[in-house]
């Protein structure tokens, strides 16, 4: 198979003085490169830290690009697959967890390969700043063959998207471009290209290759084979791929963000930056290993690279001195070339700088619908299957009403065995009422196939559908449930009673969030019916799209008992007043952050909270 033309890196801007050059995150520079490279259908669910992606490039012309939220990533690869299929250029955009909802249709594509391009960015998040693990995502792609690219900072990102399409339609593959957090979230300048038009392909009329039946996939195994080893050749002349020899001391193999942290800490040494971690250029690696006295790999998370490397029979240190662990940075990165005997220790780190965060204790925000969920929930001693979302917050004080989180979607099915264990303990054991929470957007996302699950296996459990009308936790992106496109656009919206009513359930509730009566009294039925029930628990999100700001509540400081219920909300705008009463300190609400709920109100026994007089 013939290769194409390879591309070169941008120049970076002091090259161009007359280019035009932005200030962009990662995320907005793949967006951009997606856009350059000819993209024409593009989409994605949302989810830190890939969301800006989609939002970015949905801000290009619609006659470019279409871009969509999908229901979920397997969705969105789907889809993107669809477009591949027909011959344009596609992209799936998701975040590290994301790729274990869409494995299923890349294992099978991977044996289909493309018609048009396909690219999937997918984003990690070493730290686990707001995800449930850190995965590795170079593991998974391993797994299913299928070529990785990683640019080290938002300038390389264009041209590595533009990369990865070529070799997507030269080895008919798709590729997967992997970011993290830093790169998605950093801001530096980038040269801007202009847009390649791309022509369509006519449709591969090919059942063997496109429809993977047993008898097919045998066939086209063996195919998968020598494309890797077509792809390991390719990469040995990669133009992306960077040598920099500065001496025969130590060299340094590393790809990534982590290039620049090498860079910074270690910057005499020979580094050979890699254009990404699968598949490896084997001759590139032995001849650089060979030129240097001592060999180092350097990279985020698991010890894919080196694993590799230490199986050809080189002899390489990493691991053991860089975490598996965490999202690396210059100090990481420095603390291990310390540890390895590569740099002097200077004494530079916390014990010299003394850093200590400022504490903020992770709370839902003042008026957050959600609140009143988990008040009664945790007032009926439920046993609460919690999922993915903002209300995550409910498992720790002052709320503490969420007693498991696994994956998004699972809370319901988690429920369902849960539930499926009553009667089967021993006499004395205790037997809360079980009940699931899930958001609207993650119940669309994975939540309807346990819900069907549940009804279809007679599970004895209260379903809470915590519709705040948006995706919140992510920034404010719409779903099908919001009737708004990704672009805006009005359209169907999902009628949430008639959705549950049509898999079967027997009891539907619709509540207002702010309503904490009629709360405690749907959550008492819910659980009194015998089957599943589902309470739809429906205020908008406080944030997005839009700020609510109503009249902020105060205390009447002469009538407060100091008895703490209001303090049992949770609410970020409520704290202590110096003012005390039977040796408890009474309360006070900050009016600048809050929004005029009156969840405090509505627990305040002695009547001492009233909405203020705006002065």
């Excluded at 949302?46 to 279409?66: F, M, Q, R, W």
């Excluded at 999908?70 to 992209?91: I, P």
């Excluded at 995965?135 to 640019?151: G, H, I, K, N, S």
Aim: with cysteine; proline share 6%.
């Amino acid at each position: 198979m013939a290769q194409t033309g390879r591309v070169a890196k941008t120049a970076a801007p002091s090259a161009r003085p007359n280019a035009d050059v932005r200030p962009l995150m990662g995320n907005e520079a793949l967006a951009r490169g997606a856009w350059e490279a000819g993209v024409r259908v593009a989409a994605a669910y949302p989810g830190t830290p890939s969301t800006e992606i989609l939002e970015a490039l949905s801000g290009y012309p619609e006659e470019d690009v279409y871009a969509q939220w999908s229901t979920n990533e397997k969705v969105s690869l789907d889809v993107a697959m669809g477009a591949s299929f027909e011959g344009v250029r596609a992209l799936s955009v998701m975040k590290h967890v994301g790729l274990n909802v869409a494995a299923d249709a890349l294992m099978s594509m991977t044996y289909i390969g493309v018609n048009g391009g396909l690219v999937i960015i997918v984003c990690d998040d070493p730290g686990i700043h707001s995800s449930q693990n850190e995965q590795d995502t170079r593991a998974l792609a391993r797994f299913a063959m299928v070529p990785v690219l990683e640019p080290s900072d938002a300038q390389e990102a264009p041209a590595f998207m533009r990369h990865a399409y070529e070799i997507s339609e030269t080895f008919d593959t798709p590729v997967i471009v992997r970011s993290t957090t830093r790169l998605s979230h950093t801001r530096s300048p980038v040269v801007l290209g202009e847009r390649i038009e791309v022509a369509r392909r006519e449709f591969d009329d090919n059942p063997v290759k496109n429809v993977m039946i047993p008898s097919h996939a045998r066939l086209r195994h063996p195919v998968l084979l020598e494309r890797e080893a077509k792809l390991g050749k390719y990469f040995e002349t990669s133009a992306l791929t960077e040598l920099e020899m500065l001496g025969r001391a130590a060299g340094v193999i590393t790809t990534s963000i982590s290039h620049g942290y090498v860079k910074e800490v270690l910057g005499d040494a020979s580094v050979l930056k890699l254009a990404g971690s699968y598949p490896l250029p084997e001759r590139k690696i032995r001849d650089f290993a060979a030129s240097v006295e001592r060999l180092f790999v350097v990279e985020e998370l698991e010890p894919v690279i080196e694993d590799q490397i230490r199986a050809w029979g080189i002899k390489v240190d990493g691991k053991e001195f860089f975490p598996r662990d965490g999202e690396f940075s210059p100090e990481v990165v420095r603390a291990g070339f310390v540890k390895a005997g590569a740099l002097p220790d200077m004494g530079i780190g916390d014990d010299v700088f003394h850093i200590e965060p400022t504490p903020r204790p992770p709370v839902l925000c003042p008026g957050c619908p959600h609140t009143s969920a988990y008040m009664v929930l945790r007032q009926a001693e439920a046993r609460v299957a919690g999922d993915i979302g903002c209300y995550t917050l409910a498992a720790i004080e002052p709320l503490r009403a969420i007693d498991t989180c696994v994956s998004m979607g699972s809370s319901i099915a988690n429920a369902t065995g849960m539930a499926k264990t009553r009667g089967m303990t021993k006499t004395g054991v205790e037997q809360r009422p079980v009940v699931a929470t899930i958001g609207d957007s993650t119940f669309l996302h994975s939540g309807l196939p346990p819900l069907i699950d549940a009804v279809y296996n007679n599970a004895d459990i209260t379903v809470m559908l915590l519709d705040n009308h948006i995706v919140a936790m992510t920034g404010g992106q719409d779903h099908p449930g919001t009737g708004k496109t990704l672009r805006g656009e009005q359209t169907h919206r999902v009628d949430y009673e008639s959705v549950c009513r049509s898999v079967g359930v027997k009891w539907v509730r619709t509540v207002d969030s702010y309503d904490l009566a009629a709360m405690h009294k749907a959550l008492r039925e819910a659980i009194d019916f015998k089957g599943v029930a589902v309470i739809i628990s429906d205020r908008e999100c406080v944030i997005d799209p839009v700020k609510v700001k109503g009249i902020a509540m105060e205390v009447r400081a002469e009538s407060c008992t100091a008895c703490q219920s209001c303090m049992n909300v949770g609410c970020p705008s409520i704290s202590w007043s110096d003012e005390w009463f039977d040796g408890r300190h009474k309360v006070k609400i900050d009016p600048n952050t809050c929004i005029g709920c009156t969840f405090c109100a509505q627990v305040c026994p002695s009547d001492s909270i009233q909405p203020g007089t705006g002065l």
